[in-house]
């Protein structure tokens, strides 16, 4: 074709147009900031319902200004693609644990053992693609954890979407007792069973829910990152990608406790809470001023600060007792 035959003006306009269908191309990415392609892929939609990305795509220049995910990308492949983008309105398989592993994304996150939040209670397995879909579905991969925009969105009674402010409002959309979520309902195994109970608990927990007490208890004391005013995250205390503990406590500092003081909380810690021993959990956030009792005595993971090293905390302090207001 001979350039200088075409009219400035139509080569203007086919450059503007080329670069408006690039925009638009690139902007569907962060639609509503979230990776999920849209019926818009392609700027003009002619991009959705494809299956094969090879076919737009070229692998080595994909990412280009994302170096951390680029080397993923180059050693999955176009496998990965689904993962973080979506089916693209095809039925290709969206794979999470391709690249969220021990060898490539070991800690984002951390997964080190099979008992995890895999829907069954009786059963420990590894984590599966459709598990993690079901609480992430959308997340923006930006390496920051934000509950409004990283878990999946769940509604509330008369299908009222509002955004998360905390974790612990997702995990109470499924974990209540009178508006369970289609597909994941439960049933209660035992009287006041937390799974399903959960909802009403966190009314009077404390400062493990709705903050009854004002820390002013004989054993008042936190550690750096900790206030009595603070709201706790379930995943603060209750692992879900992987823990050796029952009841899916977090094993180590680095997988929970998200307001400690991240030197102590990356060292990691490590708790077992083997034979209802929580002290080990208990003691990672608590602290007590006032060195009483046994508060001085390690309690097996290099700290104290808490009046009993041994036996089961939870005789005393379990969900859902109002009266533990110095909890």
Not at 93 to 117: F, G, T, W, Y
Not at 279 to 298: I, M
Request: proline letters at 2%; aromatic letters at 6%; a negative charge.
């Amino acid at each position: 074709m001979n350039f200088k035959k075409i009219p400035s003006f139509i080569i203007l306009f086919i450059c503007f147009f080329a670069v408006q269908s690039i925009a638009q191309a690139r902007d569907v990415l962060l639609e509503k900031n979230q990776l999920l392609l849209t019926p818009n892929h392609g700027g003009d939609g002619s991009a959705w319902g494809l299956s094969d990305c090879s076919g737009c795509h070229v692998l080595r220049n994909i990412h280009n200004t994302v170096v951390k995910v680029k080397g993923i990308v180059e050693q999955t492949g176009y496998a990965s693609c689904a993962g973080c983008h979506g089916q693209n309105g095809t039925s290709i398989k969206r794979e999470c644990v391709l690249c969220h592993n021990e060898h490539l994304l070991a800690k984002s996150p951390i997964m080190q053992d099979i008992k995890n939040h895999n829907f069954n209670v009786l059963e420990d397995s590894v984590l599966t693609d459709k598990d993690c879909l079901a609480c992430h579905d959308a997340s923006d991969m930006d390496g920051e954890f934000e509950p409004a925009v990283d878990l999946k969105h769940y509604s509330l009674p008369k299908s009222i979407d509002l955004p998360y402010r905390n974790g612990s409002e997702f995990c109470l959309r499924c974990h209540n007792n009178t508006q369970q979520q289609a597909g994941y309902e439960m049933q209660a195994r035992f009287k006041r069973d937390p799974l399903v109970r959960m909802a009403v608990n966190y009314q009077h927990i404390d400062i493990h829910g709705e903050r009854k007490g004002e820390g002013d208890r004989t054993y008042t004391g936190l550690r750096e990152g900790y206030e009595y005013k603070t709201v706790v995250d379930c995943t603060d205390c209750h692992a879900m990608h992987g823990t050796h503990n029952k009841k899916l406590i977090v094993d180590r500092t680095d997988a929970g406790v998200s307001l400690l003081k991240e030197s102590l909380r990356l060292a990691p810690i490590h708790i077992d809470t083997s034979a209802n021993n929580y002290a080990q959990l208990c003691v990672t956030c608590h602290d007590s001023e006032d060195k009483v009792e046994e508060s001085e005595q390690g309690t097996g993971n290099g700290l104290s600060g808490v009046h009993q090293s041994g036996g089961s905390c939870i005789e005393c302090h379990a969900h859902g007792m109002a009266a533990q207001t110095g909890l």
